[in-house]
């Protein structure tokens, strides 16, 4: 199979969806791997280290999307690439359709196969693509939440770990899941008092057990919310329904009450956010503030560190590139209902129950799909 991997072009996105080590796995299988010009560098990999993997260097993303027979990315397919996308062709990548209706429908109308990274699940119900990026977001949450609080950049001059005399930053995480515990470990090591709210009481024992004292834990009842966000510096949005559009757990109304300057950073903006008044930001201009409350909504976090996220992403996303390479994505899906759970669209029909839900549309099961293929 001819694999490309084009330069991302999404707005201060330096990841790349193939490393020069993916890349030499997959030559070692007897696969072609096209790299177009200059598409690692922002992770640190230069076209000479793909050369060496036995990966071809391409000069245009035109022409990787014209050769290849599969499509590697970290984020959603632009506007711009979803027009070079064709009948029969099989996109790997960052999809998140629910809340993107243009990107949907585009990608219904190209006739590609397109299977998304954070709706492939493991045995024990892990989403194990998406689980590498989730982790490096929670770790950055409160380090970006940190910075919004200073006064400089419009926040309310608080600093995490407080000092003598002088209490620490109140953050609260809303959901207890990769990207809240991650971001709470990280929040409580740089001092802050942090407060997760969860609704699966498995989950906040198993917190409990883990932590101790690190961080507390309360059940995300909407009174609960309303009442812990009043107390916030931070609030971390770390919701995740698989596939499916964030749910807004924070109102505008919500925001009258919380402290003048405070931070709110939303992790969940890639479904939509899980804040009422979030939109997705940059990294280029990651802050806008309503009604005084600061909101970091940069949509692609992890791709502020870069190297960390390509690695950590690479090593869960070869086992599965290589599976649909040797065997082709209707047998390896066949072989596989994890990766069958990855499928999000085949031959113009949406086959993601959420995203049709989200957006109105018929779906067609996965399983049907394999049997109409």
């Known amino acids: 199979m001819k694999i490309g991997c084009p330069t991302e ?20 299988h ?12 922002g992770a640190g990999f230069d076209d000479d280290s793909y050369s060496a993997a036995g ?32 009948e029969g062709q099989l996109l790997f990548t960052y999809l998140h359709l629910a809340p993107d209706p243009d990107q949907t429908h585009d990608l219904i109308a190209s006739g590609a196969t397109c299977i998304a990274y954070e709706t492939v699940t493991d045995a024990s119900g892990g989403l194990p693509l998406l689980a590498p990026m ?38 609260v995480v809303i959901g207890g899941g990769v990207v809240g515990t991650h971001a709470a470990r ?9 407060t997760v709210l969860d609704r699966s009481l498995p989950r906040m024992r198993y917190l409990d057990d883990m932590f101790g004292s690190t961080f507390r834990t309360r059940y995300a009842s909407q009174s609960n919310i309303a009442e812990m966000i009043t107390q916030a510096d931070m609030v971390v949005g770390a919701v995740l329904i698989p596939g499916a559009a964030a749910p807004k757990l924070v109102s505008r109304a919500d925001l009258a009450t919380m402290k003048p300057g405070a931070a709110l950073v939303d992790v969940a903006i890639d479904q939509g956010g899980c804040f009422e008044t979030s939109k997705a930001t940059t990294h280029e201009n990651p802050v806008y503030e309503v009604d005084g409350i600061m909101h970091y909504c940069v949509a692609n976090m992890p791709g502020a560190v870069a190297r960390t996220s390509t690695i950590a992403l690479g090593n869960a996303t070869i086992p599965f590139m290589l599976a649909l390479a040797d065997k082709g994505w209707k047998q390896a ?37 394999l049997a109409m293929t």
């Open 9 to 28: 072009i999404k707005p201060q996105e330096f990841r790349v969806g193939i490393t020069p080590s993916a890349a030499q796995e997959a030559v070692a």
């Open 30 to 41: 007897g696969h072609t791997v096209l790299i177009q010009k200059g598409a690692g560098i």
């Open 55 to 86: 990966a071809q260097i391409i000069d245009t993303a035109d022409e990787v999307f014209a050769t290849a027979d599969m499509i590697v990315k970290v984020k959603e397919p632009q506007a711009k690439e979803r027009k070079m996308l064709r």
């Open 134 to 171: 989730s982790e490096v977001a929670g770790k950055l949450a409160p380090q970006v939440g940190a910075w919004t609080l200073q006064k400089a950049n419009g926040g309310r001059g608080v600093l995490m770990g407080g000092v003598p005399g002088v209490g620490p930053a109140q953050v």
């Open 186 to 194: 990280v929040a409580a090591g740089m001092g802050a008092e942090v």
């Open 333 to 369: 899906c066949a072989d596989d209902p994890h990766l069958l759970a990855g499928l999000n669209v085949h031959a113009g029909k949406l086959t993601y129950a959420a995203v049709g839900k989200a957006l109105g549309l018929d779906v067609t099961e996965p399983k049907d799909i």
